[in-house]
């Protein structure tokens, strides 16, 4: 009878461990098609998700055909001599204030500085002869630094300008419809100024 007993617990022993073993095959299953195909999914998505959205860059325009290229100057760093910049404007009868404009507007160059002081407004620009005159806000004057280096680079910014079209080979600069001998005391503008090539660094 013991025997029995014992034949009976140790047949109940060994379905218990079978059933475990099933079951530890299944789990072990699912792991192994939930780690591959949930692999695949996740990399599907990321795959099909979108891109960073690209910063947006400058862009510049070609020139026109009803556009025109001209230069204007400012001063370099440490005011000791003036860069060019291209810029293109309409190709109208206004051409010379439009250019005028540019260059009160200051540099695109952040490394660059506008030799006209802050302020300053156009108030007309004509042209007798081979000359151009070109009226200018007191404050061309007023809010000059003092130094003579801002005065003398304010002065050929406009004339070295100007004198770069055809048929104006010198600038007379007035101050409020009135001329002057001087902006504040360094460089003589009683006449009119011709271009001077030497002050001119580069064009960019």
């Known amino acids: 009878m013991e025997e029995f007993r014992y034949r009976r617990k140790k047949k109940r022993k060994k379905r218990s461990f079978s059933w475990q073993a099933i079951l530890y ?13 949930g692999g695949e999914l996740i990399f599907r998505i990321l795959r099909s998700s979108p891109s960073p959205t690209p910063q947006p860059t ?8 009803n556009t025109m290229e001209v230069v204007v100057y400012f001063a370099n760093p440490d005011f000791t001599a003036l860069v060019g910049e291209k810029r293109y404007i309409a190709r109208d009868d206004r051409y010379l204030e439009r250019t005028l404009e540019e260059l009160l507007k200051g540099p695109k160059d952040k490394n660059l500085f506008n030799a006209i002081p802050k302020g300053t407004q156009l108030n007309a620009v004509f042209v007798e002869g081979n000359t151009a005159y070109v009226d200018l806000s007191s404050e061309m004057a007023k809010n000059q630094s003092g130094g003579t280096s801002q005065e003398f680079l304010s002065v050929y910014a406009v004339v070295d300008t100007l004198t770069a079209f055809p048929g104006i080979e010198q ?11 001087t902006l504040c005391g360094h460089i003589d503008i009683s006449k009119p100024l011709r271009r001077d090539e ?6 960019q």
């Open 58 to 65: 400058e862009i510049v325009l070609p020139p026109q055909e």
């Open 198 to 203: 030497r002050v001119i660094a580069k064009v």
């Open 25 to 37: 095959v299944l789990l072990g299953v699912l792991l192994f098609f939930g780690v591959v195909y």
């Open 171 to 181: 600038v007379k600069i007035l101050i409020d419809g009135k001329e002057t001998q």
